[in-house]
T-cell receptor, first 118, second 115 residues
Framework: AQKITQTQPGMFVQEKEAVTLDCTYD???????LFWYKQPSSGEMIFLIY??????QNATEGRYSLNFQKARKSANLVISASQLGDSAMYFC???????????????FGTGTRLTIIP | EAQVTQNPRYLITVTGKKLTVTCSQN?????MSWYRQDPGLGLRQIYY???????DKGDVPEGYKVSRKEKRNFPLILESPSPNQTSLYFC??????????????FGDGTRLSIL
């Protein structure tokens, strides 16, 4: 079984500051992938960044980076130089990378609502 | 443009009136899935499909049906909707292969209200 924990229901951050969104996970899968999605107020789910459990380096995508600490089972999302458009709900998710009878189900955390203050 | 299209985006209906939410993807993905999103619970999987004519239950399948007659389409059927199925629903698709770093592509969501 997989479990994702996001302990920050909401965060307020000043514009241009960096922000870290916490994510811890638990899994028995030997290989797994971790994903972060952004959900703005309009509702759609936007993929941000991916980290594989076997990756040697932390993933980066533009202003997004993933602070992956495998021993601690954490995969925190770091947003540098935050912008007003970053205000949204952020979800951490994971799935096993070896087919679980073909189900590539994502297990989601409960999300963190980020508000950027001008 | 690669996309997952859900219809309708919004629906208000009454208890017991059968409804179908359609989902279509144009990326030739094998894997498709339905999730529901409820406050404080994140997204939970309802049903999934690995390919045409292959479907199986996710974590919360009660009250729902699906079918996969064509690769691109994966409709979600509520035969007799009840108020506890009021939720935001997402369809998602991805290529199906082991060790894939490909993210699931999500539709824009369907907000259902069952009165």
């Amino acid at each position: 079984a997989q479990k994702i924990t996001q302990t920050q229901p909401g965060m307020f951050v000043q514009e241009k500051e960096a922000v870290t969104l916490d994510c811890t996970y638990d899994t028995s899968d030997p290989s797994y992938g971790l994903f972060w999605y952004k959900q703005p107020s309009s509702g759609e789910m936007i993929f941000l960044i991916y980290q594989g459990s076997y990756d040697q380096q932390n993933a980066t995508e533009g202003r997004y980076s993933l602070n992956f600490q495998k021993a601690r089972k954490s995969a925190n999302l770091v947003i540098s130089a935050s912008q007003l458009g970053d205000s949204a709900m952020y979800f951490c998710a994971m799935r096993g990378l070896i087919s679980n009878f073909g189900n590539e189900k994502l297990t989601f955390g409960t999300g963190t609502r980020l508000t950027i203050i001008p | 443009e690669a996309q997952v299209t859900q219809n309708p985006r919004y629906l208000i209906t009454v208890t017991g009136k059968k409804l179908t939410v359609t989902c279509s993807q144009n990326m030739n993905h094998e894997y498709m899935s339905w999730y529901r999103q409820d406050p404080g619970l994140g997204l939970r999987q309802i049903y999934y499909s690995m390919n045409v004519e292959v479907t199986d239950k996710g974590d919360v399948p009660e009250g729902y049906k699906v079918s996969r007659k064509e690769k691109r389409n994966f409709p979600l059927i509520l035969e007799s909707p009840s108020p506890n199925q009021t939720s935001l629903y997402f369809c998602a698709s991805s290529p199906h292969r082991d060790f894939s770093n490909q993210p699931q592509h999500f539709g824009d969501g369907t907000r259902l209200s069952i009165l």
